[in-house]
């Protein structure tokens, strides 16, 4: 009898655990960078190596910093509303090029358009890591003081945009 009442018993405990799991929204992991200073970082340029490109390049001004690679299928779908967004002029969007290969990503923005002011090529994914990146697409809202607004796991869209995003710039610029 007790050879059927532990995995039972096992089982009735697992169950509220995987219920509550499968509630929550996969892109609203919690960031322990939200409200808090941006990591810093420099990497050389994707499309300019003897340059680099870092959190000094957003430095004053709030921007975006989307992390993005030529695997990512996700990468691929929001880049349409990426192109968008940079042509609106809405906000400064800064690539972070993860875990790539330089010449496939540089060959990726020659055919589908280049959205970023630029892009560093963090081609070891060390500096995914320090801004706690669990995979591409991921997006960061900074603040011109260098605070992490918001993350956004997953490809960003129109109504995404809309609604995490258009509210925490508005209300960032009031306080300025």
Request: charged share 15%.
């Amino acid at each position: 009898m007790s050879r059927y009442l532990v995995p039972l018993i096992a089982f009735a405990i697992l169950i509220p655990v995987f219920v509550i799991g499968l509630g929550k929204d996969p892109s609203h992991l919690p960031s322990p960078l939200l409200q808090k200073p941006a990591p810093q970082f420099e990497l050389p340029s994707l499309t300019d190596p003897g340059k680099n490109v870092g959190s000094a390049s957003f430095e004053n001004q709030m921007a975006i910093l989307n992390v993005w690679a030529t695997w990512c299928v996700g990468c691929r779908q929001e880049h349409g509303f990426l192109m968008q967004l940079a042509q609106s002029g809405a906000i400064p969007i800064y690539g972070l090029n993860w875990r790539d290969n330089r010449t496939e990503a540089q060959r990726f923005l020659q055919q589908l358009g280049n959205p970023y002011v630029d892009s560093a090529y963090d081609e070891d994914g060390r500096v995914g890591i320090d801004w706690g990146v669990y995979g591409a697409p991921e997006t960061f809202l900074v603040a011109a003081d260098g605070t992490v607004l918001y993350k956004h796991l997953g490809p960003l869209n129109p109504d995404l945009w809309e609604q995490n995003f258009v509210p925490l710039i508005d209300a960032a610029r009031h306080t300025q």
